[in-house]
């Protein structure tokens, strides 16, 4: 599982900061998360292949998480692109795209499906072999939703020097894997675990922006490998958190300890912060796994 | 006259070239012409003051031209603008922009005025005291204008040491200054060229883009100072201009020998070529005065 910070400052798009947007690489997915104005700059800047990206997911209808779509789209067509494209985002995204495509005078080349999302409790959104995705409800001025991209359970490992030793037939591996037990060549019950090992766990990524402190998370994150939550403020900034509808630091660390998540990743600051190093000191009173997110910055979690 | 390129290549914005945007400082006006994705950022990186920009110029609703303007409509709105804001461009914008706005739940804090045009011929879309600016209907693939800005006439020099001479009461300046013969002190006729000077001309600058070779601009370009022409294609893609309704270098020198303007610029670029000097060694085969279109460059008319 990989992430690569294209864009993580609030707010307006400047020569030094990029407004959200982020790569994650999982299960051979590469999902975009959010498209804020030059999104599709820094995918080349960070030279992430237009063609591998499928699927979007759009938090809220706030410029600095989407302006930036509408200009993917639109290249993704003058690219002759032919692979289908799913958008999963608020209600009223269509809209805003199907209306500014009729109005250039073209349509998509490729197939453009819209997932528009408007339910108030997490909801699965995409389901394949490997993966899940979940909306995560956030509290926000505006309809918003988190996603968390969850790893299916992986498959258990064969030892493969037992397995011939126990002398169990090629078409119970499958099984094996599985976790069952098995009959061998010569009607013996084989335990699982005597010829297997654990799999790798399933890791998961919960991306929380934007939103104010709100506990009613938790159960949706409870566990997750990687937390991204947005700190817009510092502590010194709290007032500003009510009337904004965003985070601190400390309230970020204060839901990735009571969600018992692994590594929690701090963003979406304020562009009246110039360093963001308080950010992490604050945050680690309270939870001490903290990273900062930084625009072009790859944080690898295999 | 000043003129600033911000962004001069078609199709998409890439991490060494922005899509279409300038800025024409004339008489003290700062106008924006077209917003392609990323602007925002190239005025901070320009340096151009958001608060001069009172007036907004978009030719056509192609992305290359517009995608930015959200963006810098959002970004005024973040950074407390009072100022009125002006946008001219084709029916069609104000809905796109106040439904982006209505989908963020907020509105702009300063007036925002849109002036859509649908005319299919050359009009006057905006004035004052000092300066014209009008309509250059193009041919493209969408609803296309062009910009001619005008600078007003201006006022004949006193020369003021012949001015006293003369024994010409102040009250007669400004009738001097306007051209007028006026009576002096001693009750004699003066005539105004024994005490005044020609004035500086008034200087023009027409935009043109994005159109096919289409002569009937001349009559409305004739005679400006400076003429920045689409040059999409090199001549040896003259056969994609058809299709496209995009013009060579060649089509773009022609229709500056036949307006007998004084400069022509080229610019919007297909991003299939990398340098640029063959477009003005073509153009300049048929008109000599070309300079060349830069991300970032200025040019001083003065």
Excluded at 32 to 61: A, W, Y
Excluded at 140 to 163: A, Q, S
Aim: aromatic share 10%; proline share 3%; glycine share 6%.
């Amino acid at each position: 599982m990989k992430l690569t910070i294209l864009g993580c400052h609030s707010a307006t798009p400047r020569t030094n900061t990029n407004p959200t947007s982020q790569v994650l690489e999982i299960k051979n997915h590469m999902f975009l998360i959010d498209c804020g104005e030059g999104t599709q700059v820094e995918l080349r800047r960070n030279r992430v292949k237009f063609s591998r990206i499928k699927h979007i997911f759009i938090s809220h209808l706030h410029g600095d998480h989407y302006f930036g779509l509408i200009g993917l789209v639109n290249t993704f067509s003058l690219l002759t692109r032919e692979t289908e494209l799913h958008i999963y985002g608020p209600e009223g995204l269509k809209e805003v795209i199907l209306l500014q495509m009729k109005l250039s005078g073209g349509w998509t080349k490729y197939p453009l499906v819209f997932h528009e999302l408007s339910s108030k409790v997490s909801e699965l959104i995409f389901e394949d072999d490997k993966v899940e995705v979940y909306t995560i409800p956030l509290k926000h001025r505006i309809y918003t939703n988190g996603f968390l991209f969850k790893e299916k359970k992986n498959e258990r490992k064969l030892d493969i020097n037992l397995v011939n030793e126990a002398n169990i037939d090629t078409a119970y591996f499958r099984k094996l894997k599985q976790g069952y037990d098995v009959v061998n060549e010569d009607g013996v019950l084989i335990a699982n675990e005597k010829v297997t090992k654990d799999p790798i766990l399933a890791k998961s990524y919960a991306y929380c922006s934007d939103t104010v402190y709100n506990e009613e998370m938790i159960p949706i994150i409870k566990d997750a490998t990687v937390l991204y939550h947005e700190s817009t403020f510092l502590d010194k900034n709290e007032s500003l958190c009510i009337p904004t509808k965003h985070s601190t630091a400390k309230h970020a660390a204060t839901i990735a300890k009571k969600a018992n998540v692994e590594t929690l990743i701090l963003g979406h600051y304020s562009t009246r912060y110039s360093g963001y190093n308080e950010f992490k000191a604050e945050a680690k009173t309270i939870f001490d796994n903290v990273l900062l997110a930084k625009d072009g910055k790859t944080f690898n979690f295999d």
